[in-house]
């Protein structure tokens, strides 16, 4: 069962996402609100899947998504943002993020999301 980490300053959305979760595809090892908790986070469960907001207080999703690629290249990251602005998601994934889910998204979406991102772990 892949782990997974979700990062998110809204607790709804770190909620909704971890109902998504309820057929226990993954095991979520950690949920944190920003990005200085979530490298904290990934240093200690080491997690194969993140789903990443962008716009968090503190430490940012891009600067976040820097520090955990640089912890390992490997990592999979799902950016979740209500961000419509494109050139934001494509710096995220020039960065290392390999997915991009816009809110509001349904269940259906991530979960086929993060099937996709799973596939070769």
Do not use: W
């Amino acid at each position: 069962m892949p782990s997974l980490m979700v990062v998110d300053d809204s607790r709804i959305i770190r909620r909704k996402i971890e109902r998504c979760n309820a057929e226990e595809k993954f095991l979520i090892v950690a949920s944190v609100g920003n990005g200085n908790d979530a490298v904290e986070k990934y240093s200690a469960f080491k997690p194969q899947l993140v789903t990443m907001d962008l716009t968090m207080p503190g430490m940012d999703g891009l600067a976040c998504i820097d520090h955990l690629v640089a912890l390992n290249p490997e990592v999979k990251i799902l950016v979740i943002s209500a961000l419509s602005d494109k050139a934001t998601g494509i710096e995220a994934l020039k960065k290392g993020a390999l997915g991009f889910l816009c809110k509001p998204f349904s269940d259906e979406q991530l979960l086929n999301a993060l099937d996709e991102l799973a596939e070769d772990l």
